[in-house]
C-alpha cells in the first residue's frame, strides 16, 4: 500500500510482510521512522545514504515530505480560547 501525503511520498509505502507493516522507503526495509530519527540528530542525506546503502537521495526527501505533509494535517487540538 502506497501511502499518499504529498510530492515524493509515493516512495513511502506498508506492506504487512515487511517491518511489521510499518512505513518504509519504497523498494527497502528502511523504516521512515529510522529515516526521519537520523534527520533529527542532525545527519544529512549524505550521511543517511551511507549508513542505509539501499536508500537513494530520492526516498530521504520522500521522507521529508511525508513528515512535512503529515506536520500540515493539523493533528494537534486547537485551543478553545486565544493563547495571549
Same mark, same amino acid.
Given at each position: 500500500?502506497?501511502l499518499?501525503?504529498?510530492?515524493? /511520498? %509515493? @516512495?513511502?509505502?506498508?506492506?504487512?510482510? !515487511? /517491518?511489521? /507493516?510499518?512505513?518504509?522507503?519504497?523498494?527497502? #526495509? !528502511?523504516?521512515? #521512522?529510522? !529515516?526521519?530519527?537520523?534527520? *533529527?540528530?542532525?545527519?544529512?542525506?549524505?550521511? +543517511?545514504? @551511507?549508513?542505509?546503502?539501499?536508500? %537513494?537521495?530520492?526516498? !530521504?526527501? &520522500?521522507?521529508?515530505?511525508? &513528515? &512535512?505533509?503529515? *506536520?500540515? %494535517?493539523?493533528?494537534?487540538? #486547537?485551543?478553545?480560547?486565544? +493563547? &495571549?
Amino acid at each position: 500500500m502506497l501511502l499518499n501525503k504529498g510530492i515524493g /511520498c %509515493e @516512495q513511502i509505502t506498508r506492506d504487512p510482510s !515487511v /517491518c511489521g /507493516c510499518e512505513p518504509v522507503t519504497k523498494g527497502t #526495509r !528502511v523504516t521512515l #521512522r529510522t !529515516v526521519l530519527a537520523s534527520l *533529527a540528530s542532525g545527519d544529512g542525506t549524505a550521511e +543517511v545514504m @551511507q549508513e542505509f546503502p539501499t536508500l %537513494e537521495e530520492y526516498h !530521504v526527501r &520522500a521522507a521529508n515530505a511525508f &513528515a &512535512a505533509a503529515s *506536520a500540515a %494535517e493539523d493533528l494537534l487540538p #486547537r485551543p478553545l480560547h486565544r +493563547v &495571549a
